[in-house]
T-cell receptor, first 112, second 112 residues
Framework: SAVISQKPSRDICQRGTSLTIQCQVDSQVTMMFWYRQQPGQSLTLIATANQGSEATYESGFVIDKFPISRPNLTFSTLTVSNMSPEDSSIYLC?????????FGQGTRLTVV | QKEVEQNSGPLSVPEGAIASLNCTYSDRGSQSFFWYRQYSGKSPELIMFIYSNGDKEDGRFTAQLNKASQYVSLLIRDSQPSDSATYLCAVGLSGGSYIPTFGRGTSLIVHP
């Protein structure tokens, strides 16, 4: 399985600010999924990041709020913009190697 | 609307017993099926995947798939307290894409 480094592991942010989450994989992967998981809930797919093209966003998520970059096949970032307390959640990157999806360690975000 | 349903539990079993976790899905064209284990405060960990009807065994874990009835299950034999976690079922949508839909997860408690 891939070795995934997701940073930061946690952060406390002021409302109105932005946070960029980084996800580094030790091998090239076809796609990168970004999920949000709120306490006691399952995973909600935010978007799918592909290299060389814009990310594909799921219903309820927009690029202005969650801009994503995918400069190469081993790295991606998700930015949570203009944060509000409702954005407090765990954010997970999930590299897809063509067969299976794995998960980063997650970023626990608290917006105050 | 594509849905993956799991009983949220908790499912409580004694140590040494067989734990049976079930998942149903709505998209009849689903191609791939995955079970993830998630310990509290940790990210999901892939433990099993299955693509074909029937059983697939890996150590103490057995995944069972019945496409006609649209369910997939996970059996854990000789359950241990360390198996206590939330188990997430994920289903790959039709069309050959793995972009997964996750169930809400079943909480499993194995008591000594």
């Amino acid at each position: 399985s891939a070795v995934i480094s997701q940073k930061p592991s946690r952060d406390i942010c002021q409302r109105g600010t932005s946070l960029t989450i980084q996800c580094q994989v030790d091998s090239q992967v076809t796609m990168m999924f970004w999920y949000r998981q709120q306490p006691g809930q399952s995973l909600t797919l935010i978007a799918t990041a592909n290299q060389g093209s814009e990310a594909t966003y799921e219903s309820g998520f927009v690029i202005d709020k969650f801009p994503i970059s995918r400069p190469n096949l081993t790295f991606s970032t998700l930015t949570v913009s203009n944060m509000s307390p409702e954005d407090s959640s765990i954010y997970l990157c999930s590299p897809f190697d063509g067969r299976e999806a794995f998960f980063g360690q997650g970023t626990r975000l608290t917006v105050v | 609307q594509k849905e993956v349903e799991q009983n949220s539990g908790p499912l409580s079993v004694p140590e040494g017993a067989i734990a049976s976790l079930n998942c149903t899905y709505s998209d009849r064209g689903s191609q791939s099926f995955f079970w993830y284990r998630q310990y509290s405060g940790k990210s999901p960990e892939l433990i099993m995947f299955i693509y074909s009807n029937g059983d697939k065994e890996d150590g103490r874990f057995t995944a069972q798939l019945n496409k006609a009835s649209q369910y997939v299950s996970l059996l854990i034999r000789d359950s241990q307290p360390s198996d206590s976690a939330t188990y997430l079922c994920a289903v790959g949508l039709s069309g050959g894409s793995y972009i997964p839909t996750f169930g809400r997860g079943t909480s499993l408690i194995v008591h000594p």
